[in-house]
């Protein structure tokens, strides 16, 4: 399926240190790629760990010696919840010469296991690997929703090298075009400019700033409902949540809320891969490591929690609802499952079959109240504008 030898595998210490501890631990219930000779058989596999340590495109340089250890040795000695997945640690990517080649090398990794359907837990390196994992899915041949969890649109200036703060130029702009939405959540004002600001609405890209968010959490439910790829970056937390080195801001989500989001990632049907990036070792505590083990731990306690409740082909699972605003009639589908809520979009038929699976936009009830009341979702209004061009 995948090839080992651009994997290098697990170090004896973690599985060592594992050994020392009860019987029960997560570590016992992961099938750790530690020998060479016998690579793990991912037949079975639901959810795959992978280390990617480039931080060649990123503001700071590590040294050779950095690896995960700490960050595994944390997630292997918490408890699994009542799960029924069976998981995988493949160990480290084997950086390439450049970092090009190691998107190279990651996207020969990433994309066998999304054609096998198993969901890729990224870790470690910059932020800009977020690109690496969208071209992963150039097979699809569907367009693809990015959500980044993040403080900065990570605009940039695409006529520049792509850095961990300016992949999303490369995204948009780099062929095969695949990228339907781009979506931030918990974005901080004043670490963007007004411009990426315009732009982001002139691109019906989706932006949600801390304070709303902070405000109620389950906001991003539905936008990560509707989500593919996503990117978390450590940025986005609030420093006094993390070690010294980590810290990069006194205002962003606590540890409650990012553990929150990476559960509703979980959860969604659609999203195949997640990543965790911008760690930063400390040798201070160990509070990044553990806070990096329990999203991982809530990100695949959403997982075991998925419900299938998004095939519309079967009506008698669905009420529908009709609400007339202006001359403009929405269409929303109440879930009689899970009890989670769509909104149709009206989809334009051209020569560009990737946008069919976007007629459906995840929603919540509140705007289904909102259109009632003869407010029409600014999500719908942004998804609808992107079908028609």
């Known amino acids: ?22 019987s029960l631990i997560l570590g016992n219930r992961i099938n750790v790629y530690n020998d060479v000779s016998s690579p793990p058989d991912l037949a ?16 700071n340089s590590l040294n050779d010696n950095f690896s995960l250890n700490e960050v595994r040795k944390t ?13 995988a640690d493949i160990g480290d990517l084997i950086l390439g010469d450049t970092a090009s080649d190691t998107y190279q090398a990651m996207q020969s990794i990433i994309t066998p296991l999304l ?4 969901i890729p837990i990224i870790i470690g390196g910059t932020q800009d690997l977020t690109y690496a994992n969208y071209r992963s899915y150039d097979f699809l041949e569907k367009t693809v929703n990015i959500v980044n969890i993040d403080s900065n649109f990570d ?5 520049k090298p792509i850095k ?18 781009y979506s931030v959540l918990g974005y901080q004002t004043y670490f963007n400019s007004q411009e990426e600001i315009d732009l982001m609405e002139k691109l019906y890209f989706e932006a949600y700033r801390l304070g709303e968010l902070n405000y109620n959490i389950q906001n991003v439910e539905p936008i990560l409902r509707d989500a593919n790829i996503v990117s978390l970056d450590l940025k986005s937390v609030r420093s006094s949540e993390l070690s010294s080195k980590q810290k990069f801001s006194p205002n962003g989500f606590d540890g ?6 990476s559960r509703y990632a979980g959860i969604s049907n659609k999203v195949s891969s997640f990543g965790i990036f911008e760690y930063m070792p400390s040798n201070e505590d160990e509070a990044t490591e553990m806070l990096i083990a329990q999203i991982m731990w809530y990100f695949i306690e959403g997982v075991s929690c998925r419900i299938i409740d998004n095939n519309f082909n079967k009506v008698d699972d669905f009420q529908k609802f009709t609400v007339l605003v202006d001359t403009q009639e929405l269409i929303f589908l109440k879930s009689i499952k899970s009890s989670r809520w769509w909104v149709e979009i009206p989809f334009v038929k051209n020569s560009n079959n990737k946008l069919e699976d976007h007629s459906l936009l995840p929603c919540m009830h509140e705007d289904y109240i909102d259109a009632t009341n003869g407010v029409i979702p600014e999500r719908w209004f942004k998804a609808q504008k992107k079908n028609i061009i």
């Open 1 to 22: 399926m995948i090839n080992y030898n651009f994997l290098s595998p697990v170090d004896d210490l973690i599985l060592s240190h594992m050994n020392l501890n009860s």
């Open 44 to 59: 079975n596999i639901d959810v795959v760990i992978v280390g990617v340590n480039e931080y060649r495109n990123g503001e």
């Open 75 to 87: 997630f292997y000695n918490l408890y699994p919840g009542n799960w029924s997945l069976n998981i």
């Open 115 to 118: 054609k096998s359907n198993i």
């Open 155 to 159: 605009l940039g200036d695409s006529s």
């Open 164 to 181: 961990n703060n300016s992949f999303l130029g490369k995204i948009i702009l780099d062929k095969p075009h695949n990228l339907f939405n």
């Open 256 to 261: 409650k809320e990012i553990c929150a989001v």
